[in-house]
């Protein structure tokens, strides 16, 4: 089962930590949001639109916040911070999505060779997504269809 694409949003949900959501938060990294992962499935900064980046990969816009994760240049424990921010073209911006078994999806950037996955640095009660050189586990991420 392909990634669905815009204009369907989806919710990019994790089995890890019992089972998270991932959302753009108001947590800031200068003028860009750090992007977490929470428990609560119905939050509206939950969904992401899968937008083809014209080259073969995706880009994942926020509609809530009208902002695109990006793998930013600053890191917590060796690893990059996923951030968002609202420049559409920014080659941060793209990810190969591929599939290890069906319905499963992960997230390569191909500007910095990372995959993203949720991590185990907090900010407050939620976890902050990161982006690491190694594949794995933390790295799968399942794509529900927003209500």
Same mark, same amino acid.
């Given at each position: 089962?392909?990634?669905?694409?815009? !204009? =369907? #949003?989806?919710? $990019?949900?994790?089995? #890890?930590?019992?089972?998270?959501?991932?959302?753009?938060?108001?947590?800031?990294?200068?003028?860009?949001?750090?992007?977490?992962?929470?428990? +609560?499935?119905?939050?509206?900064?939950?969904?992401?639109? =899968? #937008?083809?980046?014209?080259?073969?990969?995706?880009? $994942?816009? &926020?509609?809530?916040? /009208? +902002?695109?994760?990006?793998?930013?240049? /600053?890191?917590? /424990?060796?690893?990059?911070?996923?951030? =968002?921010?609202? +420049?559409?073209?920014?080659?941060?911006?793209?990810?190969?999505? $591929?599939? !290890?078994? !069906? /319905?499963?999806?992960?997230?390569? &950037?191909?500007?910095?060779?990372?995959?993203?996955?949720?991590? &185990?640095?907090?900010?407050?009660?939620?976890?902050?997504?990161?982006?690491?050189? +190694?594949?794995?586990?933390? &790295?799968?991420?399942?794509?529900?269809? =927003?209500?």
């Amino acid at each position: 089962m392909p990634l669905p694409m815009f !204009p =369907a #949003q989806i919710l $990019l949900h994790t089995d #890890q930590q019992n089972g998270q959501f991932l959302f753009v938060s108001n947590d800031t990294e200068g003028d860009d949001k750090v992007v977490e992962a929470h428990p +609560y499935p119905d939050e509206f900064r939950n969904r992401f639109e =899968a #937008q083809d980046d014209g080259g073969g990969n995706v880009r $994942l816009y &926020n509609p809530a916040t /009208g +902002y695109y994760l990006f793998v930013s240049e /600053g890191e917590r /424990g060796g690893d990059k911070v996923v951030e =968002a921010h609202p +420049y559409r073209d920014e080659p941060r911006n793209s990810f190969m999505v $591929l599939e !290890p078994d !069906p /319905g499963v999806f992960v997230f390569l &950037n191909p500007s910095t060779n990372r995959f993203m996955f949720i991590s &185990n640095d907090r900010e407050g009660d939620d976890f902050v997504i990161e982006a690491h050189p +190694y594949n794995e586990l933390r &790295n799968r991420f399942t794509a529900i269809p =927003a209500a």
